[in-house]
């Protein structure tokens, strides 16, 4: 099954945290919304997948079960930081760690863009052998020339970047020390950088959409502003992101035989072939995606058109659901007034807005970093508004007892 060692960290992790936490240590099973948005997507994914194994048995079963323990393992993951997130504290903890990971795969990413033969432990298997980069792993030219760091795809690498930047901005007003913003800022511009290396266009148009409507209609504008200012820098001070960045987006239009590019046009044919070659079987119980490559020779290339074609009404009432519990959370952490659990709420907004756009032309809920981040803004925001409610209800509770007090049931954390 090709068990890796973060596979076997995710599976120890989970069983620690069962046996200390939840056996030992009395804490009940948080069967909240984050439980039942990542055990769904476990079920959606499993129930595709033996489906689609019915139509193409010749595969064999490895494959669909790979898939579906693959699922369990990120099910492990999420099950165990769910339970370790018990207060603001913890929180801040987890954007600190996210924001080390982020920072770390993008300077993979940099590094493999200017040294690809020395990052040869970062490049796919059927493209380097022995730390020698062979043509067109990341690209022989600099127009072609994409960086993917440990990400296993460009685009892949840019949606983790992304929506890594958007966060780490969300934590930016979490600390009032000069010296944390200063540091905070720096490593955004590495995100960015490590983006533009990419040269994926759903990063770029994930990225920018979101900064401009953060820029005009999010509460702090000041720093869409600065962000979008530091990646007119990069563009201007690097000549060769600048040409390849150029080359890419003239790529989608030629104004001149004014004709759309023939990447685009394909796109949309595969839309259109993962519907047309779908059945009533397919809507109702999905095909998973071994099935869907092997019946249309390629992958969807939209999370749009693979939840109803590839994960059927299972995939369609997961999203929708899950959307809708997201979207009353956020809300509910607002409600509950404060003010840091409140800026988490936000950031994860603004993140899963950006992933939504990155969706339109990737098929984020089939790959898997991108849906491991989909997964962790679940978490993030079931804990942040469980954590939010107990102290809204801790603050009334000392109300009714008589205090005045506002020390007693202020908030250790202001923005």
């Known amino acids: 099954m090709n068990i890796g060692y973060d596979d076997l960290f995710c599976i120890v992790l989970f069983l620690a945290v069962f046996i200390r936490r939840n056996m030992m240590g009395g804490i009940p099973i948080r069967l909240g919304y984050s439980f039942w948005v990542i055990t769904g997507f476990l079920g959606m994914v499993a129930i595709a997948a033996f489906s689609g194994y019915t139509n193409f048995s010749y595969v064999g079963l490895a494959p669909y079960l790979k898939e579906i323990l693959k699922m369990g393992v990120f099910w492990c ?10 207060d603001e504290h913890d929180l801040k903890i987890q954007f600190s760690m996210f ?18 033969s020395l990052a040869w432990p970062w490049q796919l ?135 759309v590019s023939g990447n685009v046009v394909g796109r949309v044919e595969i839309w259109k072939q993962y519907f047309e070659t779908a059945d009533m079987k397919t809507f109702v119980f999905g095909q998973g995606v071994i099935s869907g490559m092997i019946r249309n020779e390629t992958e969807s290339h939209s999370m749009y058109v693979a939840l109803p074609t590839v994960y059927g009404l299972g995939g369609m009432v997961w999203a929708v659901a899950s959307l809708i519990g997201f979207i009353k959370r956020v809300r509910y952490t607002k409600y509950f007034g404060n003010p840091f659990l409140g800026q988490v709420a936000t950031a994860c907004l603004w993140t899963l807005f950006a992933f939504s756009l990155y969706g339109a032309t990737s098929d984020a809920i089939s790959s898997n970093y991108p849906r491991y981040l989909l997964l962790y803004l679940a978490v993030l925001i079931d804990r942040s508004c469980a954590i939010a409610r107990e102290g809204y209800l801790s603050a009334g509770m000392a109300v009714l007892d008589g205090y005045s007090g506002e020390e007693e049931i202020s908030y250790e954390s202001t923005v």
């Open 77 to 86: 993951l999420f099950y165990a930081i769910m339970h370790c997130v018990d």
């Open 99 to 116: 924001s080390l990971a982020a920072v770390i795969g993008a300077g993979i990413v940099i590094f493999q863009y200017f040294a690809p």
């Open 125 to 259: 298997p059927e493209d380097s052998f022995l730390g020698v980069r062979t043509v067109g792993t990341i690209g022989a030219d600099v127009e072609d020339k994409r960086a993917y760091g440990a990400f296993m795809n460009a685009n892949c690498a840019a949606c983790i970047l992304a929506a890594s930047l958007i966060l780490v901005l969300g934590a930016i007003r979490f600390y009032k020390s000069v010296l944390f913003k200063l540091f905070t800022f720096i490593l955004c511009i590495v995100l960015l950088i490590a983006l533009l290396m990419t040269k994926s266009r759903s990063g770029f148009m994930m990225l920018g959409m979101t900064m401009v409507l953060m820029a005009f209609f999010g509460r702090n504008r000041k720093i869409p502003w600065i962000v979008l200012a530091a990646g007119v820098l990069v563009f201007v001070l690097f000549a060769d992101i600048r040409t390849a960045f150029l080359a890419r987006v003239s790529d989608i239009y030629n104004p001149e035989s004014k004709e």
